[in-house]
Nanobody
Framework: VQLQASGGGSVQPGESLRLSCTAS????????IGWFRQAPGKEREGVSW????????YYVHSVKGRFTISTDNAKNTVYLDMTNLKLEDTAIYYC???????????????WGRGTLVTVSS
């Protein structure tokens, strides 16, 4: 089982980025994928999750209306489209796998390496 997150970069406030999480070794259709982030000096925070089988999803309040999570099961990839990025979105973003959707990191059994998102003016 592997998860590979990619798509991070440096942008200015108000700009957009698309993060990708490509899974291997299992089918997205039977698991949930969550996106988490960790800013310097802060705890890891759940951002969003999606259930690959049902399509059910959830966002933390701070990103609602700005971030969109989606899946391409044929590519075994989950996307996180981030728009109107703010300074406080700066963090390392991780994707992880869980049996069902949750924002609790302890529910996730496999984690990808993070991808850095920097929002600065």
């Amino acid at each position: 089982v592997q998860l590979q997150a990619s798509g991070g970069g440096s942008v200015q406030p108000g700009e957009s980025l698309r993060l990708s999480c490509t899974a291997s070794g299992f089918s997205l259709g039977t698991y949930a994928i969550g996106w988490f982030r960790q800013a310097p000096g802060k705890e890891r925070e759940g951002v969003s999750w999606i259930n690959g089988g049902t399509g059910k999803f959830y966002y933390v309040h701070s990103v609602k209306g700005r971030f969109t999570i989606s899946t391409d099961n044929a590519k075994n990839t989950v996307y996180l489209d981030m728009t109107n990025l703010k300074l406080e979105d700066t963090a390392i973003y991780y994707c992880a796998r869980a049996p069902s959707g949750s924002l609790r990191p302890g529910m996730y059994d496999y984690w990808g390496r993070g991808t850095l998102v920097t929002v600065s003016s």
